[in-house]
Antibody, heavy 120, light 110 residues
Framework: QVQLVQSGAEVKKPGASVKVSCKAS????????FHWMRQAPGQGLEWMGW????????YYPQQFQGRVTLTTDTSIGTAYMELSRLTYDDTAVYFC?????????????WGPGTLVTVSS | QSALTQPRSVSGSPGQSVTISCTGT?????????VSWFQQHPGKAPKLMIY???KRPSGVPDRFSGSKSGNTASLTISGLQAEDEADYYC??????????FGGGTKLTVL
């Protein structure tokens, strides 16, 4: 069965970076794109971009360009999201999700989420 | 790219039907049939309920249905049940590799 398991909660200081992992199992890792989303407390979902695990190709929306880096390690079936220059507004739950329609947004499996708290 | 517009909240009684709208533009919902709907219970990850505007993943009850007219997509839940109370989000492909989400709708089952 398909599973996405994310790394544990993080507390970071403003200006620091955070790297969240998403380990996939139960299917061919390189066969599907990964998207990353975040959800600030009490807010909606915000899309952060996608990565093609087969090629390493990525796309970031403008508001995250230069601050987000998506990578994968195909040897261990794990996707990563690194966010730099953290501010208090980056406090959120971060989700990874598998896309079965290339990059078109059919997100059929999601990780449970990783809470990142930015606090001084 | 602006977020899709959803009502903040909707409500209905058990057994009734409710419809949640998701309004975009001719650059996203109006052009592409890549609209998805997600259900999210508190503290949980979103769950895919509808994809490609009208398709249901395996295991999703047929009480959930999707449609689209022009720049607006809709999710209809018929025969409301208590467990349907959750937040619902729409998303759409917006061209040029971009995905956009709606702001979310809180469904209350009275």
């Amino acid at each position: 069965q398909v599973q996405l398991v994310q790394s544990g909660a993080e507390v970071k200081k403003p200006g620091a970076s955070v790297k969240v992992s998403c380990k996939a199992s139960g299917y061919t890792f390189t066969g599907y794109y990964f998207h990353w989303m975040r959800q600030a407390p009490g807010q909606g979902l915000e899309w952060m971009g996608w990565i093609n695990p087969n090629s390493g190709g990525t796309y970031y929306p403008q508001q995250f360009q230069g601050r987000v880096t998506l990578t994968t390690d195909t040897s261990i079936g794990t996707a990563y999201m690194e966010l730099s220059r953290l501010t208090y507004d980056d406090t959120a739950v971060y989700f990874c999700a598998r896309d079965v329609s290339l990059w078109f947004g059919e997100l059929d499996y999601w990780g449970p989420g990783t809470l990142v708290t930015v606090s001084s | 790219q602006s977020a899709l517009t959803q009502p903040r909240s909707v409500s209905g009684s058990p057994g009734q039907s409710v419809t949640i709208s998701c309004t975009g533009t001719s650059s996203d919902v109006g052009t592409y049939n890549y609209v998805s709907w997600f259900q999210q219970h508190p503290g949980k990850a979103p769950k895919l309920m509808i994809y490609d505007v009208t398709k249901r993943p395996s295991g999703v009850p047929d009480r959930f249905s999707g449609s689209k007219s022009g720049n607006t997509a809709s999710l209809t839940i018929s025969g409301l049940q208590a467990e349907d109370e959750a937040d619902y989000y729409c998303s759409s492909y917006a061209g040029s590799y971009i995905l956009v989400f709606g702001g979310g709708t809180k469904l209350t089952v009275l």
